[in-house]
Every structure is written in structure tokens, then in C-alpha cells.
């Protein structure tokens, strides 16, 4: 067998999808005279209910143009402690975005108003100005689990009493979206800029884009080509990532029955910890009980055509997505507790 599920980016573009890059209409972007990219950032403000939208090529940079833009060089980012952007984005937010970060402990992803409020800076020039709230939905290290809309409203009350800005690391709030049945733009309206990614669970190639007010994104587009971000016929991009949205948006939910299928299978294993309330979209993390190594493991389990991703000494990872089906999340997590039982 070959399950690869070290994670929803290695989805490859459906038959469909090529054939809209292939029709798609195009022109500079950089000019901003690209019909499809137009289309593309029309089409997320609207979704997002936002003035308007940028596309950008990763999530990584769509984080960094939104931090860098909220806040001034030396201001802190209030954030969760496993955030993506601390953690997985090569030490951007200090190397390019020039803030620093303010991490809390979670509870699978989720902090509090509460937390938020003590971990705000008192006013004094010998402190750093607390100047953003991150927040990561779905969170990626918890598990992809889900930040609750109220906690963040809560969390985007005191941001705004307090002049601070709010940034949404959404590259998976697809997920959240069919997750939970909120909209959208119900979890945006609470956030200054937004993030998504088109190539994760939706299944495009490449791609994010970033949502704010015009003002927002006007300073988002300087920064973008500062970033060195500015593509020009990307109308092929945004093509695959409409026809990801209008195809792939919805069928989320058979990724998240399968990685709950898959957890409850290998949570079966005496070797393995999975905490299955964390499993509440396509991501599954395990924890090998007496310590072993998760590397390992991932080797002994790819020689089987099982691809997972170790996620540190004894943590690792599973993601289900569009090329995996459930007779493959039944093989592959068999495959998990055959293995761990000849160890
Ligand atoms: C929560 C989250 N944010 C941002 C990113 C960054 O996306 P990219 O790999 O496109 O830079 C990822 C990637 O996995 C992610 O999981």
C-alpha cells in the first residue's frame, strides 16, 4: 500500500482542477491586471465578508505580511505557545516581520481572555508594546483542533478596548468551518487580517491570501513585495485555487470521519497515547507511551508504504486528506498497531 499522511500538502491536483489552470485567463499580477487573481481575492472578501483580499504564495508569508503590517518592529505578538507561527515558520517573525512572540500555554490550542489580559504589557517605555492576538484555527500541533467562537469574541472585546489588533492564522478555518457549521465569516469578522491556505486540505497546488479592510491590504501589498511575493501570470494558481474552494471546501468532512476512524483504530495500541478529544478535524497526533522514538517508528512504518511525520522525540502526526480514501485509513492505521505490536 502507499498512504502518505505526513500531511494534507502533499494532495496533487485533480484532473479538473489542471484543466481550469490550463483555461485559466491571465495577465501581470503585479500591475494587478491578472482577471483570475481579481476574481480569486474577490471571491474570498466576499466569503470572508471583508473589503478585500491579497493572494499570496504561502501561508508562511501570508502570516508574516499580517503580523508585520499589525505591528511596529520591536511590539509583541500574543500567541499560543505550539502556534505555527513561532514554531514552523523558520524564526520569520523575528528575522522578517521584527516582533517578538508572547507565548501562552494552551489547552489544545485554546487560551483564554483571561490569559490574554495578564499576558498584556503594562504601558511602561521599558517594556515591549503588546500590539497583536494571534490566534491558530484549526490549531496544527494540538491536532487541529477547534478555538471556540465565544472565547474569541471574548478575546476580540478586549482587543478592541484595548487598541490591540487580532490576526487569524486560518490556513485550515476550512476545516473549522465544516467542522462546526460557522461561517466564515462568522470566525473573521473578529480579526483585522485573516489568513488562508488553498493548499493544504482544499488540495491547490500553492497558495494563500490574506483579508483585511482596503487600508489593511493596501499596506499588505507593499509588504508582500518586499517579501519578494509579487507573481505575475499567478492567474494559474488562482485558478486551482477556485476550483478548490468550489470543490473541495465541503468535502472535509469525509477527512475528518477518516481521521477520526483512524484514531480510534490505533488508540487501540497499548503503545500509543491519542487523546481522541483532540481529534476534531483531519489531524491526528500520537504520543508513543514509553518514550520511543518517533522516528523510528515513522521508518519502520514507510518501509510498510505508511507515511507519517514525526513531530518530535516521541510525538508524531497524521493527516488525512483528498487522496486518502477509508479502506486506506483502515489499512494504514492496521498497519500502525501490526507494527508497534512486533516491536
Ligand atoms: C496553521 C498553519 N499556519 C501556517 C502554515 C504555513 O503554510 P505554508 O507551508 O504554506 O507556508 C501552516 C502549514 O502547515 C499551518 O499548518
Redesign the pocket.
Known amino acids: 500500500m502507499h498512504a502518505d499522511l505526513r500531511?494534507d500538502?502533499v494532495t496533487l491536483p485533480v484532473e479538473g482542477m489542471r484543466a481550469a489552470m490550463a483555461a485559466a485567463e491571465v495577465g501581470d499580477d503585479v500591475f494587478g491586471e491578472d482577471p483570475t487573481v481579481n476574481r480569486l481575492q474577490a471571491t474570498i472578501a466576499a466569503l470572508l465578508n471583508k473589503e478585500a483580499a491579497l493572494f499570496v504564495p504561502?501561508?508562511?508569508?501570508a502570516?508574516q505580511i499580517c503580523l508585520s503590517v499589525l505591528a511596529r518592529p520591536g511590539e509583541e505578538v500574543i500567541c499560543e505557545q505550539g502556534a505555527?507561527i513561532i514554531n514552523?515558520?523558520s524564526g520569520a517573525m523575528a528575522r522578517l516581520s521584527l516582533v517578538q512572540p508572547k507565548p501562552l500555554p494552551g489547552d489544545r490550542g485554546v487560551f483564554t481572555v483571561e490569559q490574554v489580559r495578564e499576558a498584556v504589557r503594562p504601558g511602561h517605555y521599558y517594556y515591549p508594546r503588546t500590539a497583536v492576538i494571534a490566534i491558530?484555527n484549526t490549531h496544527?500541533l494540538a491536532g487541529g483542533t477547534l478555538f471556540p467562537l465565544d472565547e474569541i469574541e471574548r478575546i476580540a472585546g478586549f482587543a478592541r478596548e484595548n487598541g490591540l489588533r487580532m490576526h487569524l492564522?486560518g490556513?485550515?478555518l476550512w476545516n473549522a468551518s465544516v467542522a462546526t457549521g460557522i461561517a466564515l465569516e462568522d470566525y473573521a469578522r473578529s480579526f483585522d487580517s485573516v489568513s488562508l491556505?488553498f493548499?493544504?486540505g482544499l488540495g491547490a497546488p500553492v497558495g494563500?491570501i490574506v483579508a483585511g479592510s482596503a487600508d489593511f491590504i493596501e499596506q499588505a501589498h507593499l509588504r508582500r513585495k518586499q517579501f519578494g511575493g509579487g507573481m505575475r501570470q499567478a492567474g494559474v494558481l488562482a485558478a486551482a485555487a477556485l476550483y478548490a474552494v468550489e470543490n473541495h471546501f465541503q468535502r472535509l468532512e469525509e477527512d475528518h470521519a477518516n481521521a477520526r476512524l483512524f484514531a480510534e483504530i490505533v488508540s487501540q495500541s497499548p503503545a500509543l497515547r491519542v487523546d481522541l478529544d483532540t481529534v476534531q478535524t483531519n489531524i491526528v497526533i500520537m504520543d508513543l507511551v514509553n518514550g520511543g522514538s518517533a522516528e523510528d517508528l515513522c521508518t519502520r512504518l514507510r518501509d510498510r508504504g505508511v507515511w507519517l511525520v514525526p513531530m518530535g522525540q516521541s510525538k508524531l502526526r497524521a493527516v488525512t486528506h483528498l487522496n486518502i480514501d477509508r479502506d486506506d485509513v483502515i489499512r494504514a492505521a492496521e498497519l500502525v498497531t501490526e507494527t508497534l505490536q512486533k516491536q
Open positions: 500531511s500538502t504561502s501561508g508562511t508569508m502570516n505555527h514552523f515558520e491558530e496544527n492564522d490556513a485550515r491556505c493548499s493544504k494563500s
